[in-house]
């Protein structure tokens, strides 16, 4: 198994940028693959992006292709997501997932998460 701590969420302006951090314990964070998912007050927890576990290969909602971007660290094992052009509707609280296959993006398909970090847009 592997333990997932998020970080990085806070408060940021509309249209500004913000990025988030997930820190990973266990052995064998190398052989997985990693996604954010997201769920704000009152809604489904949504997929937002994902990364296969060398890199190579990644996915995105249509929501924020384009304005996202995941990455990984495998030596420091950690996964990141920067984001950019923020606005109103991306405020929720991000989770940190692993262990589920890339290109299914129900939050079923994932068995390992992290805590969540809050993330609030202002106008």
């Known amino acids: 198994q592997v333990q997932l701590v998020e970080s990085g969420g806070g408060l940021v302006q509309a249209g500004g940028s913000l990025g988030l951090s997930c820190a990973a314990s266990g052995r064998r964070f190398s052989i997985y693959n990693m996604a954010w998912f997201r769920q704000a007050p009152g809604k489904e927890r949504d997929f937002v992006a994902s990364?296969?576990?060398?890199?190579?290969?990644?996915y995105y909602a249509d929501s924020v292709k384009a304005r996202f971007t995941i990455s990984r660290d495998n030596a420091k094992n950690q996964v990141y997501l920067q984001m950019n052009s923020l606005s109103l509707e991306d405020t929720a609280v991000y989770y940190c997932t692993a262990g589920g296959e890339i290109a299914t993006m129900k939050p079923s398909n994932w068995p390992y998460w992290g805590q969540g970090t809050q993330v609030t847009v202002s106008s």
């Open positions: 990364i296969r576990y060398n890199g190579g290969t990644t």
